[in-house]
């Protein structure tokens, strides 16, 4: 009461700064009905007010997740000292239980480097290469693999990243669970994170970061787990790469045929016979050279 009192006598004396009100002239009944009618609109009000701080809650829950998120995918990524550093040679795939028994298979070519111990508030781990990661559900104790500049974020849940240095592209395909992949730039939680489900995958470049989720066979993105090779309309460039990375060989492919594309799927297939397929498929020619193989071709249109 006595605060909206000292707001009416402020406000009028905004009103009449040049000319001071006569003594003669307060109307106490005057004063007392707008106070009254202050307070009842502000009684009106009542709702408005809780319907804003609902929505300040809710706005104050989403910036304490963001600010949680960015926390975690932020700070200095290994806070442990005692890193273990895990490399797959060319030819040969390995898998691997992490303290907390989290299951990872790593694909040839492929590093992953993570504490032996994972510390109180997080499980961080850095990929480079290709791994399908079995990760064990822990409440309030994220799994963050960084991966190039991408970090996915999950809690527990089965998925496979392709990232290796060389290639243009980082893959994350979801097969079951749901996973938070958190791409660069301004490092606004809405625009650069997304959320994937099972059969969904995302595929980020630094050219367009701003691609959307597609539905896939995530069953497919594992076929190599099992020593299969699967090509669907892939640059035959980046299918050269994953045969010498399977079959720890060295392929040379001329300029103007690496942009063929070619669809094919080897179960198991020795060198030879896979090198004849790519070979047929973009009517090219094969030659082995001082243990090199050298792939050639008149190009694709």
Known sequence: MEGLISKYFYRQSLGHNNSPVPQHSFNQDEVYHKILRTIQTRQKSSFSTALFF?????IVILISAGTLLYHYTQSPFFSNANLVRRDVAQGSTTMLSLEDGTKVWLNAGSKLTYPAKF???SRKVQLAGEAYFEVVHLDHKPFIISSGAVKTVVLGTSFNI???????EVEVTVLSGKVAVITPGKWNLHSNTMYLMPNQKLTYTSSQPDTKPAAVNAGEAIDWKLGFLVFRSTPLAQAVRELERKYAVKIVCADKIKDCRITARFDNEGLENALKVVTKIIDGTLIRQDGQYYLDGKGCD
């Open 54 to 58: 609902r929505i300040a809650a809710v």
């Open 162 to 168: 392709s990232a290796y240095p060389e290639n243009s």
């Open 119 to 121: 510390d109180r508030e």
